[in-house]
């Protein structure tokens, strides 16, 4: 597990990793924003050896993978070197591989730049890049000997951005407590301090890091962390096949309503707790746009999901807030019963 | 750590590793040489999809190892599925690491066909393709679900390649024991059964699972198991370069001989069995020929040595036969006076 530090002071933070690791070189791998944006502001890695990677998920890959031990190799770097991942969840997820295949593992330090890669992607110990049209297809689990979470890189983000991440540290409350849940439910998204989101993450994060403590490697309980991803894929897929792609977190935020409609009329989820996540997530998220019409394509999408076995639609329900249950099967006619009371608590 | 089984009946210990794994689908890498000669003979596999890369260490590549994963996907294994990996190191080291990294990891299982695959690629769970021009630069540890070892596919093989792996089985002797050593030197190669070597065989693996099991990801005594590498990778990589590559077991033989002798004038290793080894490993292997002309040469290329720590050379010597001590730091005048010594045993 890799030590984590909620900090706004990076420099100082990174100083101390480097030096306490007594690594003999030093790369920084950066997609072409955070080498403009955020690879000035952090004086730390100033003589580090610069790895640069194209941004945008659909650089997740091969290619970039080879180019990036190439550079490993050309920068000297040995089995006591450090990558330090400087960038969002596709930085942090291409860099983890290559450091932990590169002389079979070298040490990696993830230092995520959004608030999805922090609240996603930086922590857990997945990594990966996509292949043959699949997201995530080769990967491996392997924990960054540290993780460094600041929000100071966050003012820049899109607001679309920071609402992204804030739907998985939503899921995150829904897997811990109904007080958890209140405290997000409470916030206003339109004016949050940084002093205030970096304690948030930090608590959100507890819940991910206790839940993947338990079972790294996803055989059991870490499936709970699928909460909201079984219907979130679907419409995130839906969304992708006609073009207009919708961002994950958005995706998140609508499949959770949709599990936590099928929650209650499985597991008998209180109706009021549905209410108040549905009118939340409406009011800063809006609705994914469905008609009966495209139920079947959308349970269609689910039984490929990568969690699907033989075909049977399986999800993360909650009975309560913070009582996970794995392993669910779905009917069809759950799936559409549910469909049509999302679309009622979303008016549309 | 895998199931290790030594038998000579694969088809039935396959159907058991087979069936007690309740795979949902099982897929064979093979190259062109085991696809020939040894697929048509395991009936167990006769349905499972077949993945064939072309034989070779030069093979041993990023292409070979995309085409891999993307003939997993073709063949719709998923996280439940497993990869069984049939043939020499080429294969089990590259169908290892293509499982290890597919959906971030599904099960394989290594069936080596060589005598030197057998006791140096398929067990121990270093897992790899050759990158950059350098040898086994990317990879991860992970280890085989099972491996099953027989000697029933040796009668094919080359006698250079029984000799072969049959000089990393003297290495693990020499780790192990003065009587694991005297049952090798008493063998008499060109006469020896398959039921005889399979069980030396066992012998010899048990040694290495013995030192993997106390460190698998090779911090300190793994390093025990490079007896014999770091002087031999020099004679190979020499080879290499002057177009004349000699057989990897061959350059072990004679860098367990040349380290001897430097076990002998550090660490006090008995004269007696050093020259013991020395004239088993001449009458056996004959003698890599050099000059006191391609002394600073072969130093070189131990300083490049993927081991090696800021251009000191490391390796492991021995005090007796079954007391390896790792990082001993050599001076060049130590390899120069043992390469003497060397061609003198040798009689070159």
């Known amino acids: 597990m890799p030590s984590?530090?909620?900090?706004?002071?990076?420099?100082?933070?990174?100083?101390?990793?480097?030096?306490?690791?007594?690594?003999?070189?030093?790369?920084?791998?950066?997609?072409?924003?955070?080498?403009?944006?955020?690879?000035?502001?952090?004086?730390?890695?100033?003589?580090?050896?610069?790895?640069?990677?194209?941004?945008?998920?659909?650089?997740?890959?091969?290619?970039?993978?080879?180019?990036?031990?190439?550079?490993?190799?050309?920068?000297?770097?040995t089995r006591h070197s450090l990558l330090v991942n400087l960038g969002g969840g596709v930085v942090t997820d291409l860099g983890g591989l290559a450091a932990a295949t590169f002389k079979r593992g070298i040490s990696f330090v993830n230092v995520p730049t959004t608030?999805?890669?922090?609240?996603?992607?930086?922590?857990?110990?997945?990594?990966?890049?996509?292949?043959?049209?699949?997201k995530n297809e080769i990967g491996v689990f392997a924990s960054a000997a540290a993780v460094v979470v600041s929000t100071c890189?966050?003012?820049?983000?899109?607001?679309?951005?920071?609402?992204?991440?804030?739907?998985?540290?939503?899921?995150?409350?829904?897997?811990?407590?109904?007080?958890?849940v209140e405290k997000i439910?409470?916030?206003?998204?339109?004016?949050?301090?940084?002093?205030?989101?970096?304690?948030?993450?930090?608590?959100?994060?507890?819940?991910?890091?206790?839940?993947?403590?338990q079972d790294p490697t996803e055989h059991g309980i870490r499936k709970a962390l699928n909460l909201g991803h079984t219907v979130g894929h679907a419409f995130e897929s839906k969304a992708m096949n006609e073009g207009a792609p919708i961002p994950h977190g958005y995706a998140v935020a609508w499949g959770l309503v949709v599990e936590a409609v099928l929650s209650h009329m499985l597991l008998g989820f209180s109706s009021e707790m549905l209410y108040r996540l549905a009118s939340f997530v409406k009011?800063?998220?809006?609705?994914?746009?469905?008609?009966?019409?495209?139920?079947?394509?959308?349970?269609n999408l689910m039984r490929h999901d990568k969690k699907t076995i033989d075909g049977e639609i399986n999800c993360t329900l909650l009975s309560t807030c913070g009582n996970p249950i794995i392993n669910n099967t779905i009917t069809t006619d759950n799936i559409k019963a549910a469909l049509d009371i999302y679309r009622d608590l979303m008016g549309i």
Chains 1, 2 share one sequence.
């Not at 080879?66 to 050309?74: D, G, I, S, Y």
Request: glycine fraction near 8%; hydrophobic fraction near 45%.
């Open 185 to 213: 439910l409470g916030v206003d998204l339109n004016d949050i301090d940084c002093d205030l989101l970096l304690s948030m993450l930090q608590e959100s994060l507890n819940v991910k890091m206790r839940i993947v403590h």
């Open 115 to 134: 608030l999805l890669g922090a609240v996603d992607a930086a922590v857990g110990g997945k990594t990966g890049i996509n292949f043959g049209g699949l």
């Open 4 to 77: 984590l530090h909620f900090t706004n002071q990076v420099d100082a933070t990174l100083i101390k990793i480097i030096e306490g690791g007594s690594y003999n070189r030093v790369a920084v791998l950066v997609d072409g924003n955070t080498r403009q944006l955020v690879l000035p502001r952090v004086q730390s890695l100033a003589n580090a050896h610069v790895i640069e990677m194209p941004a945008g998920d659909i650089n997740k890959n091969l290619d970039s993978l080879a180019h990036v031990w190439e550079q490993l190799q050309l920068g000297g770097m």
């Open 153 to 180: 890189f966050f003012s820049t983000l899109p607001q679309q951005e920071l609402m992204s991440g804030f739907a998985e540290m939503l899921k995150h409350a829904m897997l811990d407590s109904e007080s958890q």
């Open 283 to 299: 009011s800063n998220y809006g609705a994914f746009y469905i008609t009966c019409d495209h139920y079947d394509e959308l349970i």
